[in-house]
Antibody
Framework: QMQLVQSGAEVKKTGSSVKVSCKAS????????LHWVRQAPGQALEWMGW????????NYAQKFQDRVTITRDRSMSTAYMELSSLRSEDTAMYYC??????????????WGQGTLVTVSS | EIVLTQSPGTLSLSPGERATLSCRAS???????LAWYQQKPGQAPRLLIY???SRATGIPDRFSGSGSGTDFTLTISRLEPEDFAVYYC??????????FGQGTRLEIK
């Protein structure tokens, strides 16, 4: 069955960076767009960006344009989301999710279990 | 970007009752590219509805979606105990990116 397994919780200092991984299984990694969505405690979902695993093309939400980098390793069927210049407001659960369609802007039918990133001074 | 406003913020109902959740977009959502998700505490969101009215695989038929343009509705015909959760709408038809509503909390009355 299709599955996305994310790396474990992280505690980071203000101003540092964090890199979260998302390992895909049960489907052909290059066939689906992979997105990152975050959720601050008690808050709504917030889309961050996507990557095309086939060729590495990316698109980021304007809010995160300067601080987020999404990459992938095709040999490992794994995608990564790195967020830099961390501040306390970046404390959130970070999810990877995949879409089913032929365009990246689509609905998400599979989600990872989430990775909690805590930022403190 | 398209802003989605969900109402009400919290809905208090009893099992067996009908729930109606609203999602209004700041501009028209092209081709009804709107989805609904259910999220329970400590869990990732779960896809319920896509294309405004198509149920995802395995979703019970008590869940239905409707609407077009800027006004969309998620209806749960008869609430089961496991339906009490937070519900989010999402639009995916805009070139300016994907956006979510702020959520509606469905709680037991």
């Amino acid at each position: 069955q299709m599955q996305l397994v994310q790396s474990g919780a992280e505690v980071k200092k203000t101003g540092s960076s964090v890199k979260v991984s998302c390992k895909a299984s049960g489907y052909t990694f290059t066939y689906r767009y992979l997105h990152w969505v975050r959720q601050a405690p008690g808050q709504a979902l917030e889309w961050m960006g996507w990557i095309t695993p086939f060729n590495g093309n990316t698109n980021y939400a304007q809010k995160f344009q300067d601080r987020v980098t999404i990459t992938r390793d095709r040999s490992m069927s794994t995608a990564y989301m790195e967020l830099s210049s961390l501040r306390s407001e970046d404390t959130a659960m970070y999810y990877c999710a995949i879409t089913t369609g032929t365009t990246p802007e689509d609905y998400f039918d599979y989600w990872g279990q989430g990775t909690l990133v805590t930022v403190s001074s | 970007e398209i802003v989605l406003t969900q109402s009400p913020g919290t809905l208090s109902l009893s099992p067996g009752e009908r729930a109606t959740l609203s999602c209004r977009a700041s501009q028209s959502v092209s081709s009804s590219y709107l989805a609904w998700y259910q999220q329970k505490p400590g869990q990732a969101p779960r896809l319920l509805i896509y294309g405004a009215s198509s149920r995802a695989t395995g979703i019970p038929d008590r869940f239905s979606g409707s609407g077009s343009g800027t006004d969309f509705t998620l209806t749960i015909s008869r609430l089961e105990p496991e339906d009490f959760a937070v519900y989010y709408c999402q639009q995916y038809g805009s070139s300016s990116g994907i956006t979510f509503g702020q959520g509606t909390r469905l709680e037991i009355k």
